[in-house]
């Protein structure tokens, strides 16, 4: 059957591991959109963040941010598609992370907000290309703030796989908790999910589900994978997403979204 929406993650995915996209994988692309077929992202990043690549390699469709938490139109940045998470459960995970010596971060109106400087958000912001806010009277703002798109906690994998089923029970069936990457543990609204962005994004053009392509490496990327047509995990992804995708591709080195890209629709 015809593919006519594909997503793709960025980090270890679309990005190589020097944070670029290459040439041969821009052509695919480039070619999968003169085929007619949308193609955007679904990226844990802020939008801010995620347009700066988006536009470099010449899409022009809404694209999925903070973990399907935001769906913005890249021309106009009309928003059409938005959760946030809700501010009674920030401010008991803002107790919890203080009561605990835990790093915390949130994002509000798509600029990150944190409580003091330090490796961890400076680490953290380098990595993403985005500027940050030490904000003195954060738990108040934490505990206030109407829109929170993602909060993050940021420490050692052990440490946060150990504390992940407390925090669970903490913030409740209104909050997801997902794992970008091994030491960045992040909550959002509970539709705030790729899975539920591709659902509104195929929605949104008319496209059947069994129609859309998902391609990802991380467990946050378990969602839009398990909802799509066609769930494609890099060669380098966490070993649970290769066992419940429908395919596994070349790693993000290896121009493995590109590889997609010509075995499924530049056929």
Known sequence: MPYRLIAVDLDDTLLTDDLTVTETTKEAMKQTIARGAHLTIATG????????I???????????????????????????YERSVPADAAARLYTYCREHGLHLQTYIDDKLHTAEDNDKIRAYA?????????????????????????LIIIDEPNRLDA?????????????????SKANYLEFLHREGTKGH??????????IPMEETIAIGDAWNDREMIEAAGLGVAMANAVPGLK???????????ED????????????
């Open 45 to 52: 990043r802020m939008f801010d963040s995620a347009q700066k």
């Open 54 to 80: 988006a536009r470099q390699v010449g899409l022009n469709v809404p694209i999925i941010t903070y973990q399907g938490s935001l769906v913005k139109n890249l021309m106009d940045e009309q928003v059409l």
């Open 126 to 150: 380098k990595q993403s290309n985005i500027p940050y806010t030490v904000v003195p009277n954060f738990g108040s703002l934490v505990a206030s703030a109407a829109k929170q798109t993602k």
């Open 163 to 179: 504390i992940l089923p407390e925090l669970r029970d903490l913030m409740g069936p209104e909050v997801h908790l997902t794992k």
């Open 197 to 206: 962005a591709l659902r509104f994004l195929a929605g949104h053009y008319g």
């Open 243 to 253: 066992e419940l995708a429908d395919y596994v591709t070349l790693s993000n080195n």
């Open 256 to 267: 493995g979204v590109r590889h997609v890209l010509e075995k499924f629709v530049l056929i």
